[in-house]
């Protein structure tokens, strides 16, 4: 299964100013820098968490429906479905009402009896299904346990950037960090 952005964030979940609050920074000489660092963060708690943190919209898109009538998509936490198509094997697309499927949000799954969908026309990509994944639209949404993870990597990465000198021991991303988002970590069964 293949899933394609469609709608980004607007915003990161923690802004410049608040990070230079957290890091103690007074000037604004590194504001650049800190950004790309949030967005770094970000990047990473998403990506270790295999959660979403702010709200936005995915394309999932299957050859075909599964057996067993679960969708088990890798994007987390699943908040809504807005569209779901079909392709024929001419290519046209027909919508299926989104009331067919149930979202398990608790085990991050979809569900429907795809017994009474219709099957796709073609081999590769005949379905797509629209979803909303993510915490919310603003930062005070995301856990906090989150948002002290990318607090800390900010700032783990503020302080130890530059060059490594050979022989010079390379700074390890700090335990807590890991662990605050491993409370949060959507598992692949």
């Known amino acids: 299964m293949a899933a394609i952005l469609l709608t980004p964030p607007e915003t990161e979940p923690l802004s410049v100013a608040d990070a230079k609050a ?9 504001d650049v820098l800190i950004a790309s660092l949030i967005a770094a963060a970000r990047s990473h708690v998403k990506a270790m968490g295999r959660c979403a943190l702010l709200t936005q ?22 908040s809504a479905i807005t569209a779901a198509r079909v392709y024929d094997e001419a290519g046209a697309a027909h919508t299926v009402d989104p009331e067919n499927f149930v979202l398990d949000s608790a085990r991050n799954v979809i569900a429907m009896r795809a017994c009474s969908l219709p099957q796709p026309g073609r081999a590769a990509a005949g379905i ?6 993510g915490f919310g639209d603003a930062g005070s949404d995301v856990p906090q346990a989150l948002m002290q993870a990318l607090r800390m990597l900010v700032a783990h990465w503020y302080d130890n950037r530059g060059l490594i000198a050979i022989g010079a021991s390379i700074a390890v991303m700090p335990p807590s960090v890991n662990a605050l988002i491993a409370s949060h970590r959507v598992l692949s069964l």
Do not use: M, N, Q
Request: glycine share 6%.
């Open 57 to 78: 919209t995915w394309r999932l898109v299957l050859d075909g429906w599964p057996p067993d009538g679960r969708i088990k998509p890798k994007l987390a936490p699943l």
């Open 128 to 133: 797509e299904i629209d979803v909303v994944v």
């Open 22 to 30: 957290y890091l103690r920074v007074e000037t604004d000489d590194d």
